[in-house]
Protein backbone atom coordinates (compact mmCIF):
# COMPACT_ATOMS: atom_id res chain seq x y z
CA UNK A 1 0.00 0.00 0.00
CA UNK A 2 0.74 3.57 -0.20
CA UNK A 3 3.46 4.69 2.11
CA UNK A 4 3.63 9.03 2.90
CA UNK A 5 6.93 10.27 4.90
CA UNK A 6 6.53 14.33 5.89
CA UNK A 7 9.28 16.50 7.58
CA UNK A 8 10.11 18.10 9.13
CA UNK A 9 7.67 17.07 12.38
CA UNK A 10 8.19 20.13 14.09
CA UNK A 11 8.81 23.51 12.42
CA UNK A 12 9.39 26.64 14.19
CA UNK A 13 9.85 30.48 11.49
CA UNK A 14 9.21 33.75 12.42
CA UNK A 15 6.17 35.82 12.02
CA UNK A 16 6.88 36.93 7.94
CA UNK A 17 9.40 33.79 7.11
CA UNK A 18 8.79 30.85 4.67
CA UNK A 19 8.37 27.60 5.74
CA UNK A 20 8.67 24.85 3.66
CA UNK A 21 7.30 21.01 4.33
CA UNK A 22 7.85 18.31 2.51
CA UNK A 23 6.39 14.65 2.00
CA UNK A 24 7.13 11.61 0.23
CA UNK A 25 5.03 9.14 -1.41
CA UNK A 26 5.81 5.49 -2.74
CA UNK A 27 3.17 4.26 -4.76
CA UNK A 28 3.14 5.72 -8.23
CA UNK A 29 -0.70 5.39 -8.64
CA UNK A 30 -1.26 7.70 -6.49
CA UNK A 31 -2.88 10.63 -8.51
CA UNK A 32 -4.04 13.72 -5.73
CA UNK A 33 -2.24 15.08 -3.37
CA UNK A 34 -4.14 17.48 -0.59
CA UNK A 35 -2.55 19.48 1.99
CA UNK A 36 -4.78 19.80 5.49
CA UNK A 37 -4.47 22.01 8.41
CA UNK A 38 -5.93 20.76 11.92
CA UNK A 39 -6.31 23.12 14.73
CA UNK A 40 -5.99 21.58 18.35
CA UNK A 41 -9.29 19.32 18.43
CA UNK A 42 -10.53 20.52 15.45
CA UNK A 43 -11.43 18.79 12.22
CA UNK A 44 -8.80 18.77 9.01
CA UNK A 45 -9.31 21.47 6.62
CA UNK A 46 -8.22 21.70 2.87
CA UNK A 47 -6.00 24.23 2.30
CA UNK A 48 -4.64 23.21 -1.19
CA UNK A 49 -4.51 19.95 -2.98
CA UNK A 50 -2.74 19.41 -6.32
CA UNK A 51 -3.36 16.43 -9.17
CA UNK A 52 -0.39 14.65 -10.54
CA UNK A 53 -1.11 16.28 -14.32
CA UNK A 54 0.13 19.13 -12.64
CA UNK A 55 3.41 20.66 -11.42
CA UNK A 56 2.09 23.62 -9.30
CA UNK A 57 -0.67 25.24 -7.84
CA UNK A 58 -0.39 28.42 -5.69
CA UNK A 59 -3.42 30.35 -3.95
CA UNK A 60 -2.59 33.53 -2.34
CA UNK A 61 0.33 32.88 0.52
CA UNK A 62 0.05 28.66 -0.11
CA UNK A 63 2.16 27.09 -3.09
CA UNK A 64 2.49 23.08 -3.48
CA UNK A 65 4.70 21.53 -5.99
CA UNK A 66 4.94 18.29 -7.51
CA UNK A 67 7.51 15.98 -8.77
CA UNK A 68 5.83 12.89 -10.09
CA UNK A 69 9.43 11.44 -11.07
CA UNK A 70 10.83 11.67 -7.60
CA UNK A 71 7.44 10.92 -5.75
CA UNK A 72 7.50 14.16 -3.59
CA UNK A 73 5.49 16.98 -3.15
CA UNK A 74 6.30 20.32 -0.91
CA UNK A 75 3.72 22.97 0.62
CA UNK A 76 5.24 26.18 0.58
CA UNK A 77 3.84 28.92 2.98
CA UNK A 78 5.32 32.60 2.56
CA UNK A 79 4.82 35.77 4.22
CA UNK A 80 4.17 33.40 7.84
CA UNK A 81 0.98 34.48 10.24
CA UNK A 82 0.86 33.76 13.70
CA UNK A 83 -2.40 32.38 12.66
CA UNK A 84 -0.39 29.99 10.52
CA UNK A 85 0.39 27.68 13.42
CA UNK A 86 -1.06 24.39 13.56
CA UNK A 87 -0.53 21.04 12.36
CA UNK A 88 -0.19 20.49 8.72
CA UNK A 89 -0.94 16.77 7.02
CA UNK A 90 -0.28 15.98 3.21
CA UNK A 91 -1.81 13.18 2.44
CA UNK A 92 -2.16 10.89 -1.22
CA UNK A 93 -5.20 9.61 -2.93
CA UNK A 94 -4.93 7.15 -6.28
CA UNK A 95 -8.51 7.95 -6.89
CA UNK A 96 -7.86 11.48 -8.25
CA UNK A 97 -10.40 12.86 -5.20
CA UNK A 98 -10.10 12.50 -2.00
CA UNK A 99 -11.17 8.99 -1.14
CA UNK A 100 -8.86 6.63 0.81
CA UNK A 101 -6.47 9.13 1.70
CA UNK A 102 -3.43 8.19 3.41
CA UNK A 103 -1.43 10.52 5.50
CA UNK A 104 2.39 11.61 6.04
CA UNK A 105 2.61 12.10 10.01
CA UNK A 106 2.20 15.96 10.53
CA UNK A 107 4.16 19.36 10.80
CA UNK A 108 3.55 21.22 14.11
CA UNK A 109 4.18 24.83 12.54
CA UNK A 110 4.83 27.43 15.14
CA UNK A 111 4.75 31.34 13.88
CA UNK A 112 6.77 33.06 16.24
CA UNK A 113 5.09 37.34 16.34
CA UNK B 1 -21.15 25.69 6.43
CA UNK B 2 -20.32 21.95 7.45
CA UNK B 3 -21.58 19.51 5.11
CA UNK B 4 -20.24 16.86 6.79
CA UNK B 5 -21.67 16.22 10.43
CA UNK B 6 -20.45 14.00 13.46
CA UNK B 7 -22.05 13.09 16.61
CA UNK B 8 -21.12 13.23 19.50
CA UNK B 9 -18.18 14.84 19.54
CA UNK B 10 -16.82 13.84 22.76
CA UNK B 11 -17.91 10.75 25.02
CA UNK B 12 -16.27 9.33 28.19
CA UNK B 13 -17.46 5.77 28.45
CA UNK B 14 -16.51 2.59 30.81
CA UNK B 15 -14.50 0.00 30.36
CA UNK B 16 -17.01 -3.33 28.57
CA UNK B 17 -19.64 -0.90 27.14
CA UNK B 18 -19.90 -0.18 23.58
CA UNK B 19 -20.00 3.50 21.74
CA UNK B 20 -22.00 4.84 18.59
CA UNK B 21 -20.59 7.36 16.45
CA UNK B 22 -22.93 8.63 13.59
CA UNK B 23 -21.52 10.34 10.49
CA UNK B 24 -23.85 12.17 8.34
CA UNK B 25 -23.67 14.04 5.04
CA UNK B 26 -25.79 17.28 5.40
CA UNK B 27 -26.74 18.11 1.83
CA UNK B 28 -24.96 15.53 -0.27
CA UNK B 29 -25.57 11.59 -1.03
CA UNK B 30 -22.61 9.46 -0.02
CA UNK B 31 -22.51 6.14 -0.95
CA UNK B 32 -18.88 5.83 0.25
CA UNK B 33 -17.74 7.29 3.92
CA UNK B 34 -14.51 6.74 5.56
CA UNK B 35 -13.37 6.40 8.80
CA UNK B 36 -10.01 7.51 10.52
CA UNK B 37 -8.50 7.47 13.82
CA UNK B 38 -5.92 9.77 15.38
CA UNK B 39 -4.07 9.45 18.09
CA UNK B 40 -2.99 12.53 20.34
CA UNK B 41 0.04 14.52 18.38
CA UNK B 42 -0.05 11.75 15.85
CA UNK B 43 -1.30 11.33 11.80
CA UNK B 44 -4.91 10.43 10.58
CA UNK B 45 -5.25 6.58 9.72
CA UNK B 46 -7.71 4.86 7.69
CA UNK B 47 -9.67 2.43 9.80
CA UNK B 48 -12.03 1.41 7.01
CA UNK B 49 -14.13 2.66 4.13
CA UNK B 50 -18.16 2.66 4.41
CA UNK B 51 -20.24 1.80 1.64
CA UNK B 52 -23.72 2.39 1.87
CA UNK B 53 -25.85 -0.75 1.36
CA UNK B 54 -22.78 -3.47 1.47
CA UNK B 55 -20.17 -4.52 4.29
CA UNK B 56 -17.67 -2.15 5.00
CA UNK B 57 -13.82 -2.78 3.66
CA UNK B 58 -10.90 -2.85 6.86
CA UNK B 59 -8.17 -1.68 6.88
CA UNK B 60 -5.03 -4.52 7.31
CA UNK B 61 -5.08 -4.77 11.33
CA UNK B 62 -8.42 -3.20 12.21
CA UNK B 63 -10.71 -5.61 13.99
CA UNK B 64 -14.08 -6.03 11.94
CA UNK B 65 -15.89 -7.05 14.89
CA UNK B 66 -14.49 -4.43 17.20
CA UNK B 67 -15.33 -1.65 14.91
CA UNK B 68 -18.66 -2.08 13.54
CA UNK B 69 -19.48 -0.28 10.51
CA UNK B 70 -23.23 0.38 9.18
CA UNK B 71 -23.85 2.61 6.15
CA UNK B 72 -27.65 1.89 6.47
CA UNK B 73 -28.31 5.01 4.52
CA UNK B 74 -26.97 7.41 1.84
CA UNK B 75 -26.68 10.12 4.51
CA UNK B 76 -25.65 7.87 7.46
CA UNK B 77 -22.55 6.01 8.24
CA UNK B 78 -22.28 4.89 12.08
CA UNK B 79 -19.29 3.31 13.93
CA UNK B 80 -19.43 1.36 17.11
CA UNK B 81 -16.91 0.42 19.03
CA UNK B 82 -17.78 -2.51 20.78
CA UNK B 83 -16.23 -3.59 24.53
CA UNK B 84 -14.31 -0.59 24.44
CA UNK B 85 -11.03 -0.38 26.13
CA UNK B 86 -8.92 2.10 27.12
CA UNK B 87 -6.27 1.62 24.81
CA UNK B 88 -9.27 2.51 22.10
CA UNK B 89 -9.27 5.67 23.71
CA UNK B 90 -8.93 8.03 20.40
CA UNK B 91 -10.06 10.74 18.04
CA UNK B 92 -12.19 9.22 15.15
CA UNK B 93 -12.81 11.06 12.57
CA UNK B 94 -15.30 10.29 9.54
CA UNK B 95 -15.25 11.65 5.79
CA UNK B 96 -17.18 11.82 2.53
CA UNK B 97 -16.50 12.75 -0.45
CA UNK B 98 -18.96 15.06 -2.15
CA UNK B 99 -20.35 14.19 -5.71
CA UNK B 100 -18.91 16.19 -8.26
CA UNK B 101 -15.79 17.07 -5.93
CA UNK B 102 -12.42 16.03 -5.34
CA UNK B 103 -12.57 17.56 -1.75
CA UNK B 104 -12.94 15.05 1.07
CA UNK B 105 -15.04 16.64 3.43
CA UNK B 106 -14.62 15.63 7.31
CA UNK B 107 -16.90 15.59 10.22
CA UNK B 108 -15.63 17.54 13.49
CA UNK B 109 -14.27 13.99 15.00
CA UNK B 110 -15.41 12.53 17.85
CA UNK B 111 -12.95 12.20 21.03
CA UNK B 112 -13.76 8.78 22.88
CA UNK B 113 -12.10 8.31 26.19
CA UNK B 114 -12.27 4.94 27.71
CA UNK B 115 -11.98 4.87 31.13
Known amino acids: GENVEQHPSTLSVQEGDSAVIKCTYS??????FPWYKQELGKRPQLIIDIRSNVGEKKDQRIAVTLNKTAKHFSLHITETQPEDSAVYFCAASPNNAGNMLTFGGGTRLMVKP | GAVVSQHPSRVICKSGTSVKIECRSL??????MFWYRQFPKKSLMLMATSNEGSKATYEQGVEKDKFLINHASLTLSTLTVTSAHPEDSSFYICSAPRPGASEAFFGQGTRLTVV
Open chain 1, 27 to 32: DSASNY
Open chain 2, 27 to 32: DFQATT
